[in-house]
C-alpha cells in the first residue's frame, strides 16, 4: 500500500462530545488552520448569498415536502422556465458547494476540518486522517444542561436529534452512514480529556507539535485507497 504524508485531519462529532475544541486545539498545536463554520461562510460566499442564510442549511436537509415537489420542477413538463439549479439555494446545492470547498483545502493542505461530511469527501483523497469524537449520554447531557439551562428538560431530545440529522444528511448525500466505523481511522472518547485526546492522536498520524517541529518537517503517512 502507498503512503501519503498527513496535512489534512478530518472531525467529525456527536453533538455534545466537545468535538469542536478538540479540533480547535489540535489545530493550534499542529499550526494548522482550522475550518468549522468557515466552510459554510465560503459555501455562502461562492453561492452569492448571506452566511446567516447559508447557515440555516448548514447540516440539514430540505423538508420532505420541498424535495417531493423539487422532483417535478426536474420534469420536463413541469419545468421552472428560466430557473437553473445554480440559481436555486437549498440543503443540496449548500452540500455540493461544501463538499467543493472541503476538496479544495485538501488541496491547499495543512488543516483541519470539522464534520459537514468531509470524511466521506475526503474518503480516498491522499494524506487525509479521519477521526469520530464521541462521548457518553451522561457527559452530553451535562454539556447540554449547562450550555441551554432554560431547555435542560429537553437534553436527551435536542442531543438525539442534532445527531438524527447529521446522519440524514450524511446517508442522502454521499449514501454512507455517519458514524460507521470504517469511515475512520479513529474514534475518540472525549471523556479522556482534550489534552488525552491531542497526544492520541499526534501519536496515531505521527505528526508533531509546532512547538517542536516544524510543519514542513512532520512525517506521519497515511495509506491511500487502492
Known sequence: MRHSPINVITVEREYGSGGGEFAHQLAVRLGWKRLDSELVSAAARAAGVTPELAAKFDERLDPWYYRYGKVFWHDSSYSMTGIGDDQVFDSERMLSLLKKEIERAAEKGNCVLVGRGSACALSCHPGCFHIFVYATAKNKREWFMNAFPKQAHQAD?????????????????YSQEWCARGVYHMLLNSAMGIDAMIEAALGATGLKDCGEETVSHQIGTVGECP
Open 157 to 173: 431530545q435536542m442531543i438525539a436529534a442534532f445527531d438524527k440529522r447529521r446522519a440524514a444528511v450524511i446517508r442522502k448525500f
